[in-house]
């Protein structure tokens, strides 16, 4: 699941001359799909080539599903899909299908990302935005004002009240424009859709890899359709048994062990660092910034804001060097240098929110969405109880924000279903991957998925970041992921990866009070370039 974003990646489909002609509708159902449904594999999409930002390459096609598949004989939704042909054309070994996360992650521009990799080579590379978002048919929730709502990480007892208010307005902004739509966006109806592409496409089986979101909707789909599911990914795994709320909860308590580490690291380095010599000393360094943030904030840099730019710099313990020069220019910087901090923090904030407001990339409407399709609490009293203490002992990340009242707990409809019982049972063995300090999707995750499909489990040391497959730094990762995926070769049952050097603060370009802003661009940048897994989006005050 997961919090910073991925690159706007989708575009427009044009009438352009079609691809080669294709083995659509070929693969066997017989025996395995309603004649209701059947009309639907049966589809020949028309391929053209992609349009838009980083699609280069890619050819694209919209197929037919039911909005809900209860009742295939009624309304009908489109789905985008996007493919990147194998390379090694008498190597091929069939699709693989590709999802980044969210939930509300566009996955069209999923195929762009993977086609680098050796997998290309043998695989069809099949990205496709999910119900709901993109260029699929969309969800679009009536955005609820909530300019005169305080919903800060540390909130009074008189302020909780504002998070309630502000979910019992999202959901009515849902409900007023979510249409008969709404009911069926869950990860259930995404995974059936799934299967739709994996016989339109002619195949008997699919492949899948999936980030974050993406994990718990592949153990979805393998659940539903075990006998057309081949190898699966599930690369920094949702845990079975928390979704939603508990997911939420778990990320909270993620952020605080991992700001404990770099506490940790920070008084190993005091000499350098100069924020305490003890992890004790650093976070009261930490708590005195916040605390003159609450006092005296710059501009709209408040104590709220500080909570969440810590969360978000820290994720990455290979760059620790810029949060430690961050919090030392707010706590030590004369005045130019505290200015500098508190612009590398705002635009470290803003970069995070302005690539989930693009529409493109990613749909708040469908996150909104997806979590409702499992029940939520709905007394107000254990949610209150939960962000007192959330607010007192979590508060880097995002305080008492996601131990609050949720839209969803205010649900204005009832799902069709529950969410599926994961299980495997009738496909191979697949692969998790986690971290161990996942600040998104807590390590706890990793392990409990592995045991209830039986999976072989990669586990990253001693690292905090999120999504390996496919990133830089990560070769280990990689490497026995296509060895899996190309050639069936398991890795241990549990297997480890090393996780990413901490900084070298011996380096000539080391972060500084100087250099700050530089710094937090240049992640910026690098995020853009690789914008996959899709973490959860932070919660916007």
């Known amino acids: 699941m997961s919090m910073v974003g991925v690159a706007a990646l989708t575009g427009v489909l044009v009438a352009v001359p079609p691809a080669a002609a294709d083995t659509a509708g070929t693969a066997d159902t017989a025996g395995t799909v309603s004649p209701e449904l059947q009309r639907f594999y049966d589809q020949e999409p028309a391929w053209k080539p992609c349009t838009g930002e980083g699609l280069d390459d890619l050819e694209c096609a919209r197929i037919t599903v039911p909005m809900d598949y209860a009742n295939p004989r009624g309304e009908r939704i489109r789905i985008a899909v996007s493919r990147h042909r194998a390379t090694d054309e008498d190597g091929r070994r069939g699709i693989l299908l590709a999802n980044p996360g969210g939930p509300g992650g566009s996955g069209l521009g999923m195929a762009a990302f993977l086609r680098g990799q050796k997998i290309g080579e043998v695989y069809d590379l099949i990205g496709f935005d999910p119900r709901g978002i993109g260029e699929s048919t969309r969800i679009q929730c009536s955005v609820p004002d909530l300019d005169d709502l305080e919903l800060p990480t540390r909130p ?100 605080t062990e991992n ?46 804001s500080f909570d969440m730019a810590v969360a978000l710099l820290n994720r990455d313990q290979g760059e620790w060097d810029v949060l430690a020069a961050f919090i030392g220019g707010l706590r030590d910087g004369d005045d130019a240098q505290v200015r500098e901090a508190a612009d590398a923090g705002a635009l470290r904030l803003a970069a995070s929110r302005d690539r989930f407001a693009d529409d493109s ?43 609050a009242p949720d839209p969803c707990t205010f649900r204005s409809y009832t799902p069709a279903e529950k969410p599926v019982e994961l299980k495997r049972d009738g496909y191979p063995t697949g692969v998790v991957v986690q971290s161990h300090y996942d600040t998104q999707t ?72 100087e250099n700050l802003t530089e710094k937090v661009q240049e992640q910026i940048d690098e995020e853009e370039e690789h914008p996959v897994p899709l973490p959860a989006p932070l919660p916007v005050s």
């Not at 009261?284 to 003159?292: C, G, K, L, T, Y």
């Not at 979590?371 to 995002?398: F, N, Q, V």
Request: negative net charge.
């Open 259 to 304: 700001v404990e580490r770099f506490t940790r690291w920070a008084a190993e380095n005091d000499d350098k660092l100069g924020l305490g010599d003890t992890s004790e000393a650093v976070f009261r360094s930490m708590e005195d910034v916040a605390q003159r943030l609450h006092d005296d904030p710059i501009d709209d840099f408040d104590r709220s």
């Open 442 to 513: 807590a390590y706890e995750g990793g392990p409990a998925m592995a045991q209830r499909l039986r999976d072989s489990l990669i586990i990253v040391e001693d690292d905090s970041n999120h999504g390996y497959y496919g990133i830089p730094g990560y070769d280990c990762v990689t490497e026995q992921i296509d060895d899996y995926l190309i050639d069936g070769i398991l890795p241990g049952s549990a297997t480890t990866c090393p996780g990413a050097p901490f900084p070298d603060l011996d380096a000539p370009d080391t972060a500084d009070e």
């Open 361 to 403: 990339a990613f749909s708040p409407s469908t996150f909104a969405t997806v979590r409702c399709e499992a029940d939520w609490p709905t007394g107000l009293g254990a949610y209150y109880a939960d962000m007192r203490e959330y607010a007192a002992e979590h508060p880097y990340g995002m305080g008492a924000m996601l131990s």
């Open 156 to 255: 009074t007892a008189g302020q909780l009240h504002n998070f309630t208010e502000a979910a019992r307005r999202t959901e009515a902004g849902c409900d007023r424009t979510g249409g008969s739509l709404r009911p069926h966006i869950t990860t259930a109806n995404t995974a059936r859709d799934m299967d739709v592409i994996r016989g339109v496409l002619g195949e008997d089986k699919a492949n899948y890899l999936g980030y974050s979101y993406g994990t718990y909707l592949g153990a979805v789909y393998g659940s539903l359709f075990p006998e057309k599911l081949d190898r699966s990914v599930l690369d920094s795994s949702i845990h079975p048994d928390r979704i939603w709320r508990d997911t939420w909860l778990a990320m909270s308590r993620a952020h």
